[in-house]
């Protein structure tokens, strides 16, 4: 019998990629998405798997309705990827945060416990909880030290997930996944606001985007990657939580000029701080501009991660790199702006 699997956050960036993953494995695929007045079904779309998925409302606030789904679902594992997601947001929503990313991971392995404990459990966690980071690189041993209420809430759900495997010997995993990003990644997050903007940029012969931290290092990936990651970690012998990464690190002007070069075009930066622009060579033009609003009142300034225990032990293979996930993404938005489906205004 095929096994059964429910993915919450089915609606996400990952949420899309795992779907596949599963579907291609044979897997029945529940996913759980989050009740509102249009419902994001673009990605699964996008990526093949929309009629092969069951959908279960779902509400990571609602102790009740996480119990029924698992009770009616009864799904062999269960992927937690629905989050508040956005770091910049959580500073300003950061009761919602915890509520959602930290105690409704409790309410969902408490109504796993209840529900049937022998349920397997992957945790979302993330590089972000390592925050103001204690060694470079980090490992599944480098201490915490969260920088944002998003980072605190993750890090709360991390060791809910670790108590209830040492308590209650439930096979709970986290990966703890840095920053993986595709075109299917939301149009906030820095990567895809780049990767968009410029090609509008490109296409419309002038334009500028606003952007905050220039200095800030990422260790970036491919979300099919880190996906297929996730899937192995649920199926080992033993639970065990990993990182996940690249090994690699970049900052968001390298990402500029990666992005920039997929499209012939060449960023020169001058001035620093909020004065800093980026000019392109051609024409002299500014296409990058600081702006301080999207400074955040903490910032995590480097992130590199170590996945050599994911490689080993998973035998985990990335298969896309840095260069060739930039060149993805630019392509992919070039294709949207042409065929007029990105937005012309964006709120972030
Ligand atoms: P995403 O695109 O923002 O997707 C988040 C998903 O969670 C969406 O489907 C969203 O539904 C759902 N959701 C939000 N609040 C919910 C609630 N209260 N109840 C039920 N569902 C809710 O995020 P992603 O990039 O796919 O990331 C997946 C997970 O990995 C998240 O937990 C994220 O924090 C974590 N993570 C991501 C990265 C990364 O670089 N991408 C790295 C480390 C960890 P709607 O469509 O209704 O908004
Ligand atoms: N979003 C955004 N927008 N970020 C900007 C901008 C901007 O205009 N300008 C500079 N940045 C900087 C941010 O300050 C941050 O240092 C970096 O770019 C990356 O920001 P995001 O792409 O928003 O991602 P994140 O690192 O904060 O969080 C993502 O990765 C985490 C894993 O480390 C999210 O996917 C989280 O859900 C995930 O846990």
Redesign the pocket.
Known sequence: MAKRALI????????AYLARRLTDEGYQVHG???R?AS??TWRLKEIGVLDDIQFEP????EYNNILRTLDRVQPDEVY???????VGISFEQPLYTSD??GI?VARLLEAIRCVDPKMKMYQ?????MFGKVQAVPQTETTPFYPRSP?GVA?LYAHWMSVNYRESHDMYTVS?I?????SPL??LE?VTRKITSSLARIHHDGKGEMQLGNLDAERDWGF?GD?MNAAYLMMQQETPQDFVIASGRTHSVRDFVNAAASALDMSIEWEGSAEKEVGRNQKTGEVVVRVNPKFWRPAEVEQLLGDPSRARKSLNWNPEVNFEQLVEKMVLADVKNVEAGLLPSRTLE
């Open positions: 919450t956050g089915i609606t996400g960036q990952d949420g759980a998405y989050r509102s419902l994001t779902f509400e990571l606030a937690n990827l629905a989050a508040q997601s956005f959602i990313d409704g979302a966690s993330t590089s972000e998003y993750k990966g996944l840095f920053n993986h990003e990644r939301g997050f979300a880190y």
